[in-house]
C-alpha cells in the first residue's frame, strides 16, 4: 500500500500546523483592522474561465481535467482571477470599494523544488473599485503592521511606480527588474545584448520618484507606517504586464533568500469578464517563505503549543478525580490534556507530556487525596510542588 | 464570457464567509481546550491512497484525473483515509495517543441538491491510539461543548453501542437505522419483506444500554457534559460496516432537518496502511447543517460584522486628518474603515456603512476641526453627537 504524497505536495504534522495557524491568526486580525473581510471562492472552476488568464506558461502549469459529467474543469490557479469573476457575477450585491481577503490554498503543476510545491497557500488582500492613492496606502499600511506584528524587524517594502519607466521598452524593464538577483555587470550586459543602450539602467536608478508614489507614501505614513520601513526602488517591477500603478515588494536584510510578499495596482484586470472596469490594489503574502524566514529567525512564540497541561491518572480508581481536574481546568480557561489510559505508568505519561511540550503536569494519586491537594510539575525546570487548585490556577495562568 | 460556477460548488461572500470563520473560531477554541492539535493534508493525494476504501459509490462519486506527469490522482473525499495515511507515514514522530483536528474541503460528485454540495468542508476530531472509554467520553464531551458554545440549546446526543445489535444481521440493522426517517410501522413492513421477524425491532428498542456505554457516558459527565444533552438511542446504526463501538448523532428538535454532527469508535480502519491496528474514535461536525440550522434559528451573534467604525473623508483637505483617526481607533483596537475617495458625497459613504452594517461612522468637517472635536453618528438609532476623541473610544467599546 501506497503511503507516500504526491511530489510537490505537503502534510502539515501539527508542530507545523500550528505555525500555519499562528500566523493565519496574526494576518486575519491585521486585515479586519482594516475592515477587511473574508471571500472564499471554489476550489474547481470552469476551465474557461482560468484559461488564458495567465499566459501560456500558467496553460502549462494549470491542472486541468474532465469531470465525471463531461464538463472541463481546473483546479484554482491564483485567486485574482475567481476575484475577477466574483466581481462580475455580483456586482449588484458588492459595495465599492470591495476590500477582502482571501486565503485558501492554490495549484501549479510546477516543477517541485525547495521553497516551490505545487499545493500551496496563498493569502491575498485587495481593494477593488477605488483608484485612489489612499487606497494604495491602506495597502502598505497593512503590510506592514503585518510584518510588524508577525515579528520582523529589518524589513522593507520596496516601493515603485510604473510611470517610473515612462516609455522603456518592456523587454528592457523586465532585464533591469533582475538587478539584485544578477548586479548591475550582468543587466547592463543583457541590456546591451539585447540593443538598448546600457545608460538605461543608470538613468532608471537616477530617477525620482513620482508624484502619485509620494502621495502614496504620504498617507501610508498617516495611517501608522514608519518610515524607515519604506523604500522607493526605482528598478523593480515585478512582471510589468500586471501592475498599472504603484508596485510593492517586501523583503528582510535578516533573509536574503528571496520577498517575503508583493503586490501593487492593477487596474486592468478585475474587469476582465465585465463591461466595467475596477481599479484595483493588492497585496500577496508569501506563506511559505514567511513560515522558513520567522522559523530561521526566530519569529514564533515559544508557546505555539496551546496545551497548558497534562493531567495525569494514577489509577482506574482515581481516573474520575483527574476527569474532573481537566473538566475544572478548561472552565478556568486553562487548555488541559486529560490522560485516557488509567493503566499507564507515570512514566509513560510523563514522557509524552515531554515530547509534546506540555508545560506542566498535574498527578493525583493517594498521597494528594489525603492531603487534599495536587502535584504539579513544571516540565521545564523539573520542580514538582504540591498545591491547592486555586494556587495551581494562578500558576499555570502566569 | 462564463461567470458562473460549477453546480454543487460555491461563492462564499464576505456574509456569509464571516459565518463560517465565526463557528471555525469557536470550534477550534473547544478542540484546543482539550489539547487537540490541526493537522492538514493535501488536496490530492494518489488516487491508490483513496480508492476502495469507500466503497463502490465512493469510487464512483470520487474526482479522479491523470496529472500532467501522467500520475493518477484524486481529490480528497474525506479526512478519515488521509488521516490513516497519515498515521502509517509518520508513526515513528506521532505521540500515541494522536489527538488531532482537521477542517478541510472535501469533493464529491454527487448529485447536487438541497444541502448537499460537490465540495463541503469537513471538520473532524478524532483520537488515535486508544481503546478506552475516556476517548469516547471526552469526544462526546467536546462535541457536547462546541454545540453549546454554538448557541443550540435542545441539542441531543444520541448514543449507541454496537454490541446492544448482537448478532442482528447487517441489512436488518440497517432497515432499523431508518426508524426515525419512516416510522416503525415501514420499518416493520421492511423487515418482514426483507424475511426477518418484525419482533426484532422492539427487541432492539426495548434494549439496554451497555456496561462500556455506561461507563462512556458517566466520564462524559465526569468531563462537564449535561445528563440532558445525552440520549440513549438503541436504533442509532449510522452505517454499521464502520464503527465497532460507540455510535453518536447529534440533533435538534430545534432544526429537525437531519443530524447536526455524527461519529463513533472505529478500531479497524485506522490501521489500514500498517501493520499495526489502530483503534480509533472521532466525531464530525455537520458544517453546512450547522450554518442552516444558526441561521434558521437566529444564534449568530449581532456583531458578525467585525468592523466597528467607518471614518468618512469630508473633503481632501482634511483627507489627511481623517486617516490619522482610523490610524489612531486601530491603535486603540478599534476595527476601522477608512474612507478612500476624497470626492465623495457624506451620503454615498453613509449609504456604503449602513448597506455594510458597520454600527458607527465618524464625521469630521471644518465646523468639527474649529470645535476641536469629531462627530459621531450611530447607524442603528440615527443619533448624531460631537464629542471628544477619549470619548468616542469608550463609547464605541462598550
Redo the contacts between chains.
Keep these: 500500500?501506497?503511503?507516500?504524497?504526491?511530489k510537490g505536495?505537503?502534510?502539515?504534522?501539527?508542530l507545523e500546523?500550528?505555525k500555519?495557524?499562528y500566523i493565519l491568526d496574526v494576518l486575519?486580525k491585521v486585515f479586519?483592522?482594516?475592515?477587511f473581510?473574508?471571500?472564499?471562492?471554489?476550489?474547481?472552476?470552469?476551465e474557461?474561465?482560468l484559461t488564458g488568464k495567465y499566459g501560456d506558461e500558467g496553460d502549462k502549469l494549470m491542472?486541468r481535467?474532465?469531470?465525471?459529467?463531461g464538463?472541463q474543469?481546473a483546479?484554482r490557479y491564483d485567486q485574482t482571477v475567481p476575484l475577477a469573476?466574483?466581481v462580475?457575477?455580483?456586482q449588484n450585491?458588492?459595495?465599492m470599494?470591495f476590500?477582502?481577503y482571501q486565503i485558501q490554498?492554490v495549484?501549479r503543476?510546477d516543477k517541485p523544488q525547495k521553497g516551490r510545491y505545487?499545493?500551496f497557500l496563498q493569502c491575498d488582500i485587495d481593494?477593488v473599485g477605488?483608484d485612489?492613492n489612499?487606497?494604495d496606502?491602506?495597502i502598505i499600511a497593512i503590510a506592514a503592521k503585518s510584518y510588524e506584528l508577525l515579528g520582523f524587524k529589518n524589513f522593507k517594502i520596496l516601493l515603485n511606480d510604473r510611470a517610473v519607466f515612462g516609455k522603456t521598452p518592456t523587454k528592457a524593464i523586465m532585464i533591469i527588474d533582475k538587478l539584485k538577483k544578477i548586479g548591475a555587470e550582468r543587466v547592463k550586459l543583457e541590456l546591451k545584448q539585447n540593443g538598448f543602450d546600457p545608460a538605461i539602467l543608470e538613468q532608471i536608478q537616477k530617477s525620482k520618484t513620482t508624484e502619485s508614489l509620494s502621495l502614496t507614501m504620504k498617507?501610508a505614513a498617516?495611517?501608522?507606517t514608519k518610515e524607515q520601513n519604506l523604500e522607493f526602488s526605482p528598478t523593480l517591477a515585478r512582471g510589468l504586464d500586471y501592475y498599472t500603478g504603484t508596485i510593492i515588494e517586501v523583503e528582510s536584510p535578516d533573509y536574503p533568500y528571496g520577498s517575503l510578499g508583493g503586490g501593487g495596482r492593477y487596474d486592468n484586470l478585475i474587469g476582465?469578464?465585465?463591461n466595467q472596469n475596477y481599479p484595483a490594489v493588492g497585496f500577496s503574502f508569501g506563506f511559505d517563505r514567511i513560515i522558513e524566514a520567522m522559523t530561521e529567525l526566530n519569529l514564533f512564540p515559544k508557546d505555539l503549543n496551546?496545551?497548558k497541561v497534562?493531567v495525569t491518572i494514577f489509577n482506574l480508581e482515581l481516573?474520575?478525580k483527574s476527569?474532573?481536574i481537566?473538566?475544572k481546568l478548561?472552565?478556568n480557561?486553562i487548555?488541559?490534556?486529560?490522560w485516557?489510559?488509567?493503566d499507564s505508568k507515570m512514566e509513560k505519561q510523563l514522557k509524552?507530556a515531554d515530547?509534546?511540550n506540555?508545560p506542566y503536569v498535574i498527578m493525583l494519586g493517594p498521597k494528594e487525596i489525603e492531603k487534599n491537594c495536587l502535584t504539579i510539575k513544571n516540565m521545564k525546570t523539573g520542580e514538582q510542588i504540591e498545591s491547592t487548585f486555586e494556587k495551581i490556577i494562578t500558576k499555570i495562568k502566569n
Excluded at 505536495?9 to 501539527?14: A, E, K
Excluded at 473581510?37 to 470552469?46: D, H, K, M, R, S
Excluded at 481535467?65 to 459529467?69: K, L
Design positions: 500500500m501506497k503511503t507516500q504524497t504526491l505536495f505537503r502534510d502539515f504534522l501539527p500546523a500550528k500555519r495557524e486575519k479586519t483592522s482594516y475592515g473581510e473574508p471571500l472564499e471562492t471554489p476550489t474547481l472552476e470552469y474557461d474561465v491542472y481535467f474532465e469531470d465525471n459529467g464538463r474543469v483546479l469573476r466574483v462580475a457575477q455580483y450585491d458588492l459595495s470599494p476590500k477582502r490554498p495549484f503543476a505545487r499545493e481593494t477605488s485612489k489612499s487606497a496606502a491602506e498617507v498617516r495611517l501608522g476582465m469578464f465585465s496551546k496545551t497534562l481516573a474520575d476527569a474532573e481537566a473538566s478548561r472552565v480557561n487548555n488541559t490534556e486529560l485516557l489510559d488509567p509524552y515530547k509534546k506540555i
